[in-house]
């Protein structure tokens, strides 16, 4: 089932009847994406795919209550406005300023993502959370002490009630209701998308046609379309912050073939999403660009994909960069489903 705006909706209907969302009296809510994109990664069965668990993840994503002092939450690090990152710092900051590693990476359309984290340390959506939950450099708790928390409130214990009929308040339950939510920060309205699907195939400029030609010639590689990434692991190039010594995925598969190589992010929303790479090194697209054009290092598990240097023009550097601005969906970051829950 496809409606007139090209959304595919027919997963919804197939999950139902697999896992019995049709027997649940909650109201239900889509999962929508348009047709012409690859089929989700993530196994939904887990979920009640309600509006109440997709409330009561709502309402965790945005409250400290998951740091040791209630002081961060999920949004501190993940703004909605800027494509669910932050972009006041390079790293993220955890409690008590504390400072980690790493860049926050943008949340968008996860049921698509095969790993999580900058180095795929983390292998499935429902443990995602976990992971910046427990860091001792970011919300510094562990998922029991959370579940007391969330228990002795009266609050949660009322909207945990809303999705489970015995209304338990369990760890597994907590990350469910997280994923659930995070889960639905799909990304497909953008000036892109709508060119794609030939809702606005007269009003993409010259410049923008140039730019998205020079961008399949030589980007589309690691960030294919739609979801501009390949969800595999590259090393681009970067020199060695040598403060941070951060060898990426090599730290999880103690593999030197691993070595530097770095999850590929999504470059949906990359306008707002800066700052950009793994450390957060640089503050503009024109810094990027400029990067691979005439900044990337050798080393032995270089991406082969760079190892022919790309040569771009003054222009031809503009138009790429003009056509990565209409990745932006403002439709997305504004949506009111996915903002602060004031009530």
Request: charged share 25%.
């Amino acid at each position: 089932m496809v409606n007139e705006r090209g959304l595919h909706t027919a997963i919804i209907l197939s999950l139902a009847l697999c896992f019995g969302f049709m027997t649940v009296k909650n109201k239900k809510i889509l999962f929508e994406y348009p047709d012409y994109w690859p089929v989700p990664q993530y196994d939904f069965s887990k979920l009640t795919m309600t509006q109440e668990e997709f409330n009561l993840g709502r309402v965790l994503f945005y409250d400290p209550i998951l740091s040791k002092d209630n002081s961060i939450s999920c949004a501190s690090c993940h703004t909605q406005a800027t494509g669910f990152t932050h972009i006041d710092h390079d790293l993220s900051h955890g409690i008590k300023g504390r400072i980690g590693k790493r860049n926050a990476l943008s949340l968008v359309n996860m049921a698509w993502n095969t790993s999580f984290m900058w180095d795929g340390g983390v292998n499935h959506i429902e443990l995602q959370a976990l992971a910046p939950i427990t860091d001792a450099n970011e919300m510094d708790e562990t998922l029991a002490n959370v579940v007391e928390k969330l228990k002795s409130s009266e609050n949660y214990n009322s909207l945990f009630s809303k999705v489970h009929s015995d209304g338990e308040i369990t760890g597994q339950r907590t990350l469910l209701a997280l994923t659930q939510f995070v889960v639905m920060f799909n990304s497909y309205n953008s000036k892109y998308d709508k060119y794609i699907r030939k809702e606005l195939e007269n009003t993409f400029t010259s410049q923008e046609k140039n730019g998205l030609q020079i961008f399949r010639q030589h980007c589309a590689t690691c960030h294919t379309e739609p979801l501009f990434t390949n969800n595999q692991f590259e090393n681009n190039g970067l020199k060695v912050d040598t403060t941070l010594n951060d060898y990426g995925r090599y730290f999880i598969t103690n593999n030197p073939k691993d070595s530097l190589k770095f999850k590929v992010p999504s470059l949906r929303n990359i306008q707002f999403t800066k700052p950009y790479m793994h450390d957060g090194r640089y503050e503009s697209l024109q810094e990027v660009i400029n990067h691979y054009t005439s900044e990337v290092q050798p080393s032995q598990t270089l991406s082969k994909k760079l190892e022919k240097r790309i040569v771009l023009t003054h222009e031809e550097k503009i138009d790429l960069l003009v056509f990565l601005r209409t990745l932006s969906d403002e439709e997305f970051l504004f949506d009111k489903r996915f903002s602060f829950p004031f009530q």
